[in-house]
């Protein structure tokens, strides 16, 4: 059973950087695309990166392009999330999922299987 657990959230200053992590407490080692989602508050949940099991392609939100990093560490059952030069229009509560489908639904929602339970990023001014 895959459980997602993601931790690195917290308060940051506009130009700041964090690096979220999530890692499978399930430990299924199953080969699974992973991916990056956030939330704000009164807005749909939005795509913002994903990567293949073996870390070989990655696909990004058009935003976070040259800011956001996702890489993975499948020894360790986990993925990242680095994020660079935040704004305030990134606070949100990020998730990372865990998606069996094919690569070209790595951008929705309904492509993915398990979820955890969120790190909220906020960003200052």
């Known amino acids: 059973q895959v459980q997602l657990v993601e931790s690195g959230g917290r308060l940051v200053q506009a130009g700041g950087s964090l690096r979220l992590s999530c890692a499978d407490a399930?430990?299924?080692?199953?080969?699974?695309?992973m991916g990056w989602f956030r939330q704000a508050p009164g807005k749909e949940r939005e795509f913002v990166a994903a990567i293949n099991w073996i870390g070989s392609s990655t696909y990004y939100l058009d935003s976070v392009k040259g800011r956001f990093t996702i890489s993975r560490d499948n020894a360790k059952n986990s993925v990242y999330l680095r994020l660079n030069s935040l704004t305030p229009e990134d606070t949100a509560v990020y998730y990372c999922?865990?998606?069996?489908?094919?690569?070209?639904?790595?951008?929705?929602?309904?492509?993915?299987?398990?979820w955890g339970q969120g790190t909220q990023v906020t960003v200052s001014l």
């Open positions: 999922a865990a998606s069996s489908s094919a690569w070209s639904s790595r951008r929705s929602t309904s492509g993915y299987d398990y």
């Open positions: 399930g430990r299924t080692r199953t080969a699974y695309a």
